[in-house]
């Protein structure tokens, strides 16, 4: 039997981490994080990746989109790595575990082999991914979709935030534009530990999920332009609302997701929006908003994205505003190795626990090595619905645990493998 | 007969005092002004107005709400003043008419005055009040409400700003915290002259509307809590989405606009909105918006507000999210007094100005006056259907001229009027 982890240690670390970029929700009297990505606080966050990387003993590299990567020596240095990630930047309201499990239970996972003093046949690589959370400046998986090829360092380099700062600017300023070249070499594979996010481990009762696939996604950012007028004085039938066609295009969005003409799992979010001028006494002249599409099934994204086409024309016409968008994010369905997902299985069932499998609601780091090299995930339910995003956001000492002794005993057995570079 | 004003000059000064805050809107290539109130461009439109009152002889003073008065002296000094007046500060996406003509043409009659050597038997005082608009500290009609003493200086004092900036702080900074005292000593009379901020006079063809009345309007600041979590990962079923319950609510108001509930001229409007945390996926855990409600009859007023509180509550229920509000301002509908639209019409008809009774749409310094001296307005129509707070608001040279050539005759009468203090 392999190794199990210290289930307090791995919390003790979730706990550290989450100290920094620690805010009080003064609503709600919960400790939160942000750790925008390339803020000072995500800066904080890497150098306590990086120092725990060295205080194992690990060999630390930054590529120059900013990915850690801290490597643990095999007994054939030519063999391709294991690579156990995630990430640790954060929504601006985020809690402990979205992300930083991923990193802090691989680094426990090295700390309990180096315990066991167990030596594997390929190396081992422990990696957090800079900005996969794309809050800031509007594309997620930056540093986990550079390190694939998916997305050209370049224009990553050129992303900018809303105060017009840009990447690589930033990425240099807090000290994490590093010289490892990207795209990086396919590793062996890849495995994830990630919480759901989600409610359905915790209410079915299961304590590990066998991630199958990351769902279809699809952002939008969209203007609509109308006729800015007095509030007081224009006419009803003379107005044309640019906030008002939001709001519609909003209800809509959720006939949508409910409507069951997507599926059951279709979902449609208007996370963000901003009138213009934005002013108590004044018809809004322009709206500016953001729409999150998901779904599991590509043809039924698909068929989403028509119909909400559709929809931006129809109020368009009935609300007699210009709508016009743009892509932010666009990605199908990434389904997971089988391989990884039957080892993912094949350990929880050792360990005697409840497993089953589920499809991520959430973009992952995982879906960008997918391309690239056999991946896959493991799941932990949470508490509160799984609330994430949101300073509630927890799963116990045990959930944590068994998340990790699952990655651990899928590393060691990939990291065993005969065959292959 | 009495004498004319000078079109051409009436309509430069309109355009140089547009010159200040002046900017390029980029979309529609037009210039719009910015005078937000106590910014320092709302500073540099005030020395133009005190440039003005002081190269015309007028006896300049400041009071402690910032208000400026330019007093013309009568024959009597112990009479009480007519005063004519307006405003100068503007929303953030203005026009050069809106409050501008009625103090830059209060100041032109003056101007006509001096040079057809006519003294009145009372004196004559122009007034710009401070932050009609309220587009900044959330409550309109500051100046001329503390004048007229409905707001106590205290409470205006304290007005604070989104990023917290302080009324009195921002007066006194901007170098307009006079000493004259507040209340004012109410004036003989008091009339303005306006662009009407709609598009009913243009439509019709007239030339100059007599306003019977302020609509009645009511403002509120809503805060509609629900709970944030993650777009891909959160079931629709378990969402408690407060961006989706503003924009039912926004629907809902346009409905109520439409009804007919509430008379043919209800008008409702949601001008700011803002998600927290505001991203693309994130669930909106909390959103804060604005609902002006207008209303030309008191009680159809009544009922729209108590119907809005009934949908908070619908609202509440359905989307499961809680909603909290205050009122940021509310007056009832202000009649204006019939002497003075009897002069109003008397002077458009001896002019040979077509001329029809209007109900102001809009807030207006007026009737902040009405309660305690005999009050009226001048209204003249507006091109591209009356829009205005839009760099598109426009009056040409002859209608400006035509609601100023009324505003003299006007003036005159009232500061020749026998009998009273």
Same mark, same amino acid.
């Given at each position: 039997?392999?190794?199990?982890?210290?289930?307090?240690?791995?919390?003790?670390?979730?706990?550290?981490?989450?100290?920094?970029?620690?805010?009080?929700?003064?609503?709600?009297?919960?400790?939160?994080?942000?750790?925008?990505?390339?803020?000072?606080?995500?800066?904080?966050?890497?150098?306590?990746?990086?120092?725990?990387?060295?205080?194992?003993?690990?060999?630390?590299?930054?590529?120059?989109?900013?990915?850690?990567?801290?490597?643990?020596?095999?007994?054939?240095?030519?063999?391709?790595?294991?690579?156990?990630?995630? +990430?640790?930047?954060?929504?601006?309201?985020?809690?402990?575990?979205?992300?930083?499990?991923?990193?802090?239970?691989?680094?426990?996972?090295?700390?309990?082999?180096?315990?066991?003093?167990?030596?594997?046949?390929?190396?081992?690589?422990?990696?957090?991914?800079?900005?996969?959370?794309?809050?800031?400046?509007?594309?997620?998986?930056?540093?986990?979709?550079?390190?694939?090829?998916?997305?050209?360092?370049?224009?990553?380099?050129?992303?900018?935030?809303?105060?017009?700062?840009?990447?690589?600017?930033?990425?240099?300023?807090?000290?994490?534009?590093?010289?490892?070249?990207?795209?990086?070499?396919?590793?062996?594979?890849?495995?994830?530990?990630?919480?759901?996010?989600?409610?359905?481990?915790?209410?079915?009762?299961?304590?590990?999920?066998?991630?199958?696939?990351?769902?279809?996604?699809?952002?939008?950012?969209?203007?609509?332009?109308?006729?800015?007028?007095?509030?007081?004085?224009?006419?009803?039938?003379?107005?044309?609302?640019?906030?008002?066609?939001?709001?519609?295009?909003?209800?809509?969005?959720?006939?949508?997701?409910?409507?069951?003409?997507?599926?059951?799992?279709?979902?449609?979010?208007?996370?963000?929006?901003?009138?213009?001028?934005?002013?108590?006494?004044?018809?809004?002249?322009?709206?500016?908003?953001?729409?999150?599409?998901?779904?599991?099934?590509?043809?039924?994204?698909?068929?989403?994205?028509?119909?909400?086409?559709?929809?931006?024309?129809?109020?368009?016409?009935?609300?007699?505003?210009?709508?016009?968008?743009?892509?932010?994010?666009?990605?199908?369905?990434? #389904?997971?190795?089988?391989?990884?997902?039957?080892?993912?299985?094949?350990?929880?069932?050792?360990?005697?626990?409840? +497993?089953?499998?589920?499809?991520?609601?959430?973009?992952?780091?995982?879906?960008?090595?997918?391309?690239?090299?056999?991946?896959?995930?493991?799941?932990?339910?949470?508490?509160?619905?799984?609330?994430?995003?949101? #300073?509630?956001?927890?799963?116990?000492?045990?959930?944590?645990?068994?998340?990790?002794?699952?990655?651990?005993?899928?590393?060691?057995?990939?990291?065993?493998?005969?065959?292959?570079?």
């Amino acid at each position: 039997m392999n190794p199990s982890i210290d289930k307090n240690r791995l919390f003790q670390s979730i706990e550290d981490l989450g100290g920094i970029g620690g805010y009080l929700d003064e609503r709600t009297g919960l400790r939160g994080v942000n750790r925008l990505a390339l803020t000072d606080a995500d800066a904080e966050g890497r150098r306590y990746v990086v120092a725990t990387m060295k205080s194992l003993g690990l060999d630390v590299t930054v590529d120059r989109i900013g990915n850690l990567f801290g490597r643990r020596a095999g007994r054939d240095a030519k063999l391709r790595p294991v690579m156990m990630g995630s +990430h640790v930047d954060s929504v601006p309201t985020a809690g402990k575990f979205d992300g930083c499990l991923g990193v802090l239970g691989a680094l426990e996972v090295v700390r309990t082999l180096d315990a066991a003093k167990v030596t594997t046949r390929r190396p081992i690589v422990v990696a957090a991914f800079t900005d996969e959370e794309g809050s800031r400046f509007g594309t997620d998986m930056v540093g986990s979709a550079v390190a694939s090829g998916r997305l050209l360092l370049e224009q990553a380099y050129a992303l900018r935030d809303r105060k017009g700062c840009v990447f690589r600017d930033e990425l240099e300023r807090i000290g994490f534009l590093g010289n490892a070249k990207v795209p990086i070499e396919p590793p062996h594979a890849y495995v994830e530990c990630h919480i759901e996010q989600g409610p359905i481990l915790r209410a079915s009762g299961f304590d590990i999920g066998v991630v199958t696939s990351v769902q279809a996604i699809s952002w939008r950012e969209v203007t609509i332009s109308g006729k800015s007028g007095h509030a007081g004085a224009t006419p009803i039938g003379l107005r044309a609302d640019a906030g008002l066609a939001a709001s519609r295009l909003n209800v809509k969005l959720r006939e949508m997701a409910t409507s069951g003409r997507y599926g059951k799992e279709m979902r449609a979010t208007m996370g963000a929006i901003a009138h213009e001028p934005g002013l108590v006494n004044i018809v809004p002249g322009r709206a500016t908003l953001t729409v999150d599409l998901r779904n599991p099934d590509d043809a039924m994204m698909k068929k989403a994205e028509a119909d909400l086409l559709a929809t931006f024309d129809e109020i368009s016409k009935s609300d007699h505003v210009e709508i016009a968008w743009r892509q932010t994010a666009r990605t199908p369905v990434v #389904p997971f190795h089988s391989k990884i997902q039957a080892l993912v299985a094949e350990a929880a069932a050792v360990r005697g626990l409840r +497993h089953e499998k589920i499809a991520s609601g959430a973009g992952q780091d995982a879906q960008e090595f997918a391309p690239i090299c056999p991946s896959g995930m493991v799941f932990i339910p949470g508490e509160y619905d799984g609330v994430s995003h949101n #300073p509630r956001e927890y799963s116990t000492p045990e959930q944590c645990a068994n998340g990790i002794n699952v990655l651990l005993d899928v590393a060691l057995r990939l990291a065993d493998e005969e065959g292959g570079p």
